[in-house]
């Protein structure tokens, strides 16, 4: 029906229909000219009024408006067939009677092509046009002769066969214009798929290590960054106590607990930062153009909140910590020194005792607490 309705909306009914009525009044024609000028109209409220406003409520109701359009292609052809009947009488003594009637196959051959997306539309039309055509050639059979009334009744078979060959191409096309839509639709989502697979962690979801090293340096040279560092304290021991399905689960609770974490803080998804991990049981978060302190509020809660939750199915006894290290990525320095510092911040954490956040320094790396207290934060 959207086809159909697309292809109907055009002016091909309206320019001829004015073209003839303005020979029509030049030759002294008025039936011509009123039979045209009802073309012209019917062609403008079609087009105009009707046919926008199926489109814009093509639904259940719109059946009843569906078949007055279908009334409207059949009083289409009714007009067209009646343009003829003026100038019947003087077909093949006129050169104006002549074209007028090769004006009107031609246009209902073209309707028949502009027709074609919907059959019931080109039988309408046509059932219209013979209606009023074939009793003229017959009432006229002594002055036409037998040919205009064969040529009659072979037109309109000739252009059913025509609308149905041109029906079926666009329906061969429609086909195939779905089947390579879909095809197209599933390459995309495939590539889509592959591409989050090579850039994604599969345990945690966040991003893997040559994702995060490219989103990272994405960003480099745009003024001083952040880098977090996190590894969990005695991870090994909880995958040899519980089990390697809790260990799992540690690292799902850590990638989600840091993604909320960043969010919260916002450094969310809408901005540059990136979370990724690092290794088996190490985390590692960028942070563009994030002042140390603010680095060290965001690590030490995710610290604190690492500290103090509780896993859901996982045994009471279980307790998650982690050391975190915390550097930063200025000009002149490339990632892997930046994650190199950041790694000794988080080493020297580990010797402290673990379950601490300490910054980077080049003489030795201190807690992030006694560095804010410093500071006068």
């Known amino acids: 029906m959207h086809v159909a309705i697309d292809r109907k909306v055009s002016w091909l009914s309206a320019l001829p229909a004015l073209f003839v009525g303005i020979w029509a009044l030049q030759s002294g024609r008025p039936a011509l000219a009123a039979i045209s000028a009802g073309l012209l109209c019917l062609a403008i409220v079609l087009n105009m009024l009707v046919l926008p406003h199926l489109q814009a409520e093509i639904s259940k109701p719109a059946g009843r408006k569906w078949n007055a359009l279908m009334l409207s292609d059949f009083l289409n052809g009714v007009f067209w067939g009646g343009a003829m009947l003026p100038v019947a009488p003087d077909i093949g003594t006129s050169v104006e009677a002549s074209f007028v009637c090769m004006f009107i196959i031609v246009t209902m051959s073209l309707t028949a092509m502009t027709n074609r997306a919907d059959q019931r539309a080109l039988y309408v039309t046509l059932a219209g046009f013979s209606i009023t055509l074939v009793p003229q050639t017959i009432y006229h059979f002594d002055v036409l002769g037998p040919i205009p009334l064969i040529a009659t009744l072979l037109l309109?078979?000739?252009?059913?066969?025509?609308?149905?060959?041109?029906?079926?191409?666009?329906?061969?096309?429609?086909?195939?214009?779905?089947?390579?839509?879909?095809?197209?639709?599933?390459?995309?989502?495939?590539?889509?798929?592959?591409?989050?697979?090579?850039?994604?962690?599969?345990?945690?979801?966040?991003?893997?290590?040559?994702?995060?090293?490219?989103?990272?340096?994405?960003?480099?040279?745009?003024?001083?960054?952040?880098?977090?560092?996190?590894?969990?304290?005695?991870?090994?021991?909880?995958?040899?106590?519980?089990?390697?399905?809790?260990?799992?689960?540690?690292?799902?609770?850590?990638?989600?607990?840091?993604?909320?974490?960043?969010?919260?803080?916002?450094?969310?998804?809408?901005?540059?930062?990136?979370a990724a991990r690092w290794g088996g049981e190490e985390f590692i978060v960028f942070l563009p153009e994030c002042p140390e302190t603010e680095a060290g509020r965001i690590a030490e809660d995710i610290r604190l909140e690492l500290q103090n939750s509780k896993l859901q199915g996982c045994p009471k006894t279980l307790s998650v910590t982690g050391s975190i290290g915390i550097s930063r990525w200025a000009d002149g320095q490339t990632l892997a020194q930046a994650i190199n510092f950041a790694d000794e911040a988080m080493y020297s954490a580990k010797v402290a005792g673990r379950n601490q956040v300490f910054a980077h320094r080049e003489t030795a790396s201190r807690p992030v607490i006694e560095a804010a207290r410093r500071a006068g934060a």
Request: proline residues 1%; charged residues 25%; neutral net charge.
């Open 156 to 274: 309109v078979p000739s252009l059913i066969l025509i609308g149905r060959a041109l029906h079926k191409q666009i329906r061969s096309m429609v086909r195939t214009r779905i089947v390579n839509e879909h095809l197209s639709d599933e390459l995309s989502k495939a590539l889509r798929k592959a591409q989050y697979l090579s850039e994604t962690d599969s345990l945690t979801g966040l991003l893997n290590r040559r994702a995060f090293e490219s989103r990272a340096r994405a960003q480099q040279g745009g003024g001083v960054h952040a880098l977090i560092l996190i590894d969990l304290d005695h991870f090994k021991q909880i995958n040899d106590t519980f089990g390697h399905s809790v260990g799992d689960e540690v690292l799902k609770h850590t990638a989600d607990l840091i993604e909320q974490r960043l969010h919260l803080n916002g450094w969310g998804h809408e901005t540059a930062s990136a």
